[in-house]
């Protein structure tokens, strides 16, 4: 796997990134408004991912749309990124876009390396996830979710559930006493992605050491 480091690499909050081309091709536009609305100083350690699908699914799934279906790479790559936080005295925040929100969001019932999580459009409708999220623990203090308002008016069965998987799941962080936000941003699933998750990192860091 590729790692891109961005930012200060000193500085003591560290956002970790699972990414794509895509993602890399939007990351100055992220980390400008990062820096905007997080008024912060933070690396970015962005983890291109081999095979998105594969990489960043918790447990093996049908396809959903096309031909290739989900594997269960996630406690691998997951490994691989414990690796990146070593320095104890920095503080750890992980977060992606899609599927790299979902696992984003996984990663965090894992371990307790992670001060916040960043699910920005995390694919929730994947099957068993939001069982999963009400048989486990949130071990991350801040969670940050959103979607676009238009992600649910699709008409893959499957992928129109998002919406009320997220909100169900917001409300379960939120019985957990879990510092949470949910928020709507204008627009399908690929509208603005770079800017969306610049919001979520950019919220973590506004309110690390927040009681």
């Known amino acids: 796997m590729q790692i891109v480091h961005y930012g200060n690499l000193s500085a003591s909050t560290v ?8 993602d890399l091709e939007e990351m100055e536009t992220e980390l400008n408004e990062i820096r905007k609305q ?5 690396q970015l350690i962005a983890v291109k991912v081999d095979n998105w699908n594969q990489d960043l699914s918790p447990w093996e799934a049908s396809a959903v749309f096309g031909r ?29 876009y899609s599927l790299a929100g979902l696992f984003s ?3 965090a019932y894992q371990t307790d390396i992670f001060a916040g999580v960043a ?32 992600e649910e008016r699709t008409r893959n069965p499957l992928m129109a559930t998002v919406g009320d998987c997220i909100r169900e799941g917001h409300n379960l962080l939120e019985m957990q006493k879990i510092r949470t936000v949910l ?17 979520g990192f950019a919220w973590l860091i506004r309110n690390q050491g927040a009681e």
């Open 68 to 96: 290739e279906g989900f594997g269960d790479g996630a406690g691998e790559l997951l490994q691989f990124l414990l690796e990146q936080c070593v320095d104890r005295r920095k503080t750890y925040y992980i977060g992606g």
């Open 38 to 42: 997080g008024k912060a100083d933070f």
């Open 105 to 107: 969001l996984w990663a």
């Open 15 to 22: 956002l970790i990134q699972p990414v794509d081309d895509h």
């Open 183 to 199: 928020e709507w941003n204008p627009g399908n699933h690929f509208k603005d992605a770079g800017i969306r998750t610049a919001k």
């Open 119 to 150: 699910a920005v459009s995390p694919s929730v409708w994947f099957p068993g996830f939001l069982q999963y999220m009400k048989e486990h623990d949130m071990r991350a203090k801040s969670v940050y979710l959103s979607l676009g308002n238009r």
